[in-house]
């Protein structure tokens, strides 16, 4: 077997373990041994390709590893509660895709560019987590439903209070029950320091029955 075979398969089990290793720490459907093996299968597949294909069709197969690596990528997206639009996975989904672009570039002989992709894909991962820490604490989206003893005004006074803590809100949704009782849901954005002090004083008004927040 040549000597640069070789090395292509270890530079992808190496670069497939580096992803996959950050994806396990964070516990992610799609880990260690799973990153590990996609981009094996795509460095196989392209080096295979070239090698079947010949000088006619080099791509034949390769071009169908990023085609089959959407079918993987698609089993880790989950859809959470049906009452919100909240998907979960779609980071992960997206590391697939990319872990088997670096194995199709090793395959292709472009370690160099593996390796460099791969440096900036861990920087993307680490450095735009802590991007997105500080987005969250200063624009944060929260849902609040609100349950209490219906009485004329009863929501209005709630956004109210939202007003107050410099809050952003959007009513969503507004009921009534049969035991009188009023429920009221929005979207509310704004820092999260605002939202912790508005927490505190729904959870202290003795008039709710039920907050979810």
């Known amino acids: 077997?040549?000597?640069?075979v070789i090395w292509k398969l270890v530079l992808?089990?190496?670069?497939?373990?580096?992803?996959?290793?950050?994806?396990?720490?964070?516990?992610?459907?799609?880990?260690?041994r799973t990153l590990t093996?996609?981009?094996?299968?795509?460095?196989?597949?392209t080096m295979l390709s070239a090698?079947?294909?010949?000088?006619?069709?080099?791509?034949?197969?390769?071009?169908?590893?990023?085609v089959g690596i959407g079918f993987v990528g698609a089993g880790v997206i989950?859809?959470?509660?049906?009452?919100?639009?909240?998907?979960?996975?779609?980071?992960?989904?997206?590391?697939?895709?990319?872990?088997?672009?670096?194995?199709?570039?090793?395959?292709?002989?472009a370690e160099w560019v593996a390796l460099i992709a791969c440096a900036i894909t861990m920087s993307v991962l680490f450095l735009f987590t802590i991007l997105e820490g500080w987005i969250d604490r200063v624009n944060q989206i929260r849902r609040y439903k609100i349950?209490?003893?219906?009485?004329?005004?009863?929501?209005?006074?709630y956004e109210e209070m939202?007003?107050?803590?410099?809050?952003?809100?959007?009513r969503s949704r507004q009921s009534k029950s049969a035991d009188n009782q009023i429920i009221g849901e929005w979207v509310v954005q704004g820092p999260e320091k605002n939202h912790l002090q508005l927490i505190d004083m729904i959870l202290k008004d003795r008039s709710v029955r039920a907050f979810d927040f």
């Open 1 to 4: 077997m040549p000597s640069d």
């Open 12 to 32: 992808a089990v190496f670069i497939g373990g580096v992803i996959g290793a950050e994806r396990e720490y964070r516990s992610k459907s799609a880990g260690f």
């Open 37 to 45: 093996l996609i981009c094996l299968g795509a460095c196989l597949f």
């Open 51 to 66: 090698w079947i294909g010949g000088k006619g069709t080099p791509d034949r197969i390769a071009s169908n590893v990023v």
């Open 78 to 109: 989950f859809r959470g509660d049906p009452t919100q639009s909240k998907v979960t996975g779609i980071t992960t989904a997206a590391m697939i895709w990319v872990t088997a672009a670096l194995g199709m570039a090793i395959g292709a002989g």
């Open 147 to 157: 349950v209490c003893d219906f009485e004329h005004e009863t929501l209005h006074r």
């Open 162 to 170: 939202f007003g107050a803590m410099h809050l952003k809100f959007r």
